[in-house]
């Protein structure tokens, strides 16, 4: 069901690059339900990382859902999120097009549930690919610590969660290095 939902184009943005596009899922209410409905039930953390800008639309709604997320942190490009002090966090990661940064606030991870002194955190994105983006927020997040009122906590992240996975680039490989990987769609 969600296979054939999507849309592709040859050649976007760049040369060679073969673009999924998850709007469709969108554009129909009883299909995107489901979709947030099947995201909600493979997510185990209370947090969620939200990539620029796709992943915001099917995070958010895990909110009013029975999922158990109480918190979604975004990841944005430069100059998107408002920030005072040392608060905001520069992360590179390797896209399939190059190189790239993206920024979030530690005070938007505070702003969750830590358990046993850890703040939990599944990575959700549209489309994995290389793995590249989810890699490096992996990667930033588990390095991480976190102070809430005086008190240091870890960073985590327990799975990544993607609407579709391109089989052929095995983009998973890398990410279960760190964690479980779940994609919703899968395209050969």
Do not use: W
């Not at 184009?9 to 339900?33: A, C, R, S």
């Amino acid at each position: 069901m969600f296979e054939e939902t999507l849309k592709f184009y040859q050649n976007f943005p760049k040369e060679g690059i073969n673009f999924v596009d998850i709007m469709p899922f969108m554009q129909d209410k009883e299909v995107f339900t489901k979709l947030i409905g099947e995201i909600g039930r493979h997510v185990t953390a209370p947090t969620v990382a939200a990539p620029e800008a796709r992943a915001f639309l099917f995070c958010a709604p895990l909110l009013t859902s029975d999922s158990g997320v109480t918190n979604v942190v975004p990841f944005r490009k430069k100059g998107k999120l408002p920030h005072s002090g040392d608060d905001l966090q520069s992360i590179e990661i390797m896209k399939e097009y190059g190189p790239d940064n993206l920024y979030f606030r530690k005070s938007d991870i505070a702003a969750g549930k830590a358990e046993d002194g850890i703040f939990k955190i599944a990575i959700i994105d549209d489309v994995l690919a290389t793995g590249g983006t989810a890699e490096g927020i992996a990667k930033a997040l588990d390095a991480l610590t976190i102070d809430v009122d005086g008190k240091e906590y870890g960073v985590k992240v327990t799975e990544f969660i993607f609407l579709a996975e391109l089989d052929g680039l095995y983009g998973r490989n890398r990410l279960e290095k760190i964690a479980p990987v779940h994609s919703i769609a899968h395209i050969r």
